[in-house]
């Protein structure tokens, strides 16, 4: 399992340490959450934070929007050199234009489906994306409960998958921890992001990514 933990769990004050004990405890990605208290009722970070965060991390980011504009941030984030963005279905009315868009940038372009989102609704964009983001709480904050339905979904999700491009890759985000990620595993899930579970583990982060993989 990659693991990709989500540095909104972080101290913010201490971001620098907090992401290199990340990177040394072994992560996958820096996921980044970003949301414009629009089309979520929070508000996180800009590229400001973001390029602090780019240059002091050996891992790549996965930067996931949960935005309303989502063509202006793809362009504030893009010179950041992330390895996927992922965009909300829900949010965009062109999301095939926007996905040819991120990869003319030289990023992988992902899909993030909020937990009512049917998985058929992104069958004719699968070939043209990297990654699919299962929300498995509803988008906005850390810490909240895992939505076990989306175990269902990500099998469902993987079927099209292997019908339309074997390689994209599914990604799960919210509620994950050591008590789901075995079923999260043979769901088909390849990544998770976990905040909370990392940064609150008694002892230690790289011990709770150890335990996720
Ligand atoms: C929620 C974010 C998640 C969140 C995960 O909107 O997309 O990435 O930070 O945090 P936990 O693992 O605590 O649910
Ligand atoms: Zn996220």
Same mark, same amino acid.
């Given at each position: 399992?990659?693991?990709?933990? !989500?540095?909104?769990?972080?101290?913010?004050?201490?971001l620098?340490?907090?992401?290199?004990?990340?990177?040394?405890?072994?992560?996958?990605? &820096?996921?980044?959450?970003?949301?414009?208290?629009?089309?979520?009722?929070?508000?996180?970070?800009?590229?400001?934070? &973001?390029?602090?965060?780019? /240059?002091?991390t050996?891992?790549?980011?996965?930067?996931?929007?949960?935005?309303?504009?989502?063509t202006?941030?793809?362009?504030?984030?893009?010179?950041? /050199?992330?390895?996927?963005i992922?965009?909300?279905?829900?949010?965009e /009315?062109?999301?095939?234009?926007?996905?040819?868009?991120?990869?003319?940038l030289?990023i992988?372009?992902?899909?993030?489906?909020?937990?009512?989102?049917?998985?058929? !609704?992104?069958?004719?964009?699968?070939?043209? &994306?990297?990654?699919v983001?299962?929300?498995?709480?509803?988008?906005?904050?850390?810490g909240?409960?895992f939505?076990?339905?989306?175990?269902?979904?990500?099998?469902k999700?993987?079927?099209?998958i292997?019908?339309?491009?074997?390689?994209?890759?599914?990604?799960?985000?919210?509620?994950?921890?050591?008590r789901?990620?075995?079923?999260l595993?043979?769901?088909?899930?390849?990544?998770?992001?976990?905040?909370?579970?990392?940064?609150?583990?008694?002892?230690?982060?790289a011990?709770?990514?150890?335990?996720?993989?």
């Amino acid at each position: 399992m990659l693991v990709a933990p !989500s540095i909104l769990s972080a101290d913010f004050g201490n971001l620098a340490r907090d992401v290199k004990a990340i990177c040394d405890g072994g992560c996958d990605f &820096v996921h980044v959450d970003v949301m414009d208290g629009h089309f979520v009722p929070n508000l996180t970070i800009g590229p400001v934070v &973001v390029e602090s965060v780019a /240059k002091s991390t050996i891992k790549p980011l996965d930067i996931h929007l949960m935005v309303e504009n989502n063509t202006f941030f793809v362009d504030l984030f893009a010179p950041f /050199k992330p390895e996927f963005i992922s965009f909300h279905i829900e949010a965009e /009315k062109h999301p095939h234009r926007l996905i040819q868009k991120i990869r003319s940038l030289g990023i992988r372009p992902a899909l993030a489906l909020n937990p009512h989102t049917l998985p058929e !609704s992104i069958e004719y964009l699968l070939e043209d &994306v990297d990654m699919v983001l299962l929300m498995s709480v509803n988008p906005g904050f850390g810490g909240q409960s895992f939505i076990p339905s989306v175990l269902e979904k990500a099998k469902k999700l993987k079927s099209l998958i292997e019908i339309k491009n074997p390689r994209c890759l599914i990604e799960v985000d919210g509620g994950v921890s050591d008590r789901n990620i075995e079923l999260l595993k043979e769901a088909g899930v390849d990544i998770v992001v976990a905040g909370s579970f990392v940064y609150k583990y008694p002892s230690g982060i790289a011990r709770a990514i150890s335990a996720l993989k």
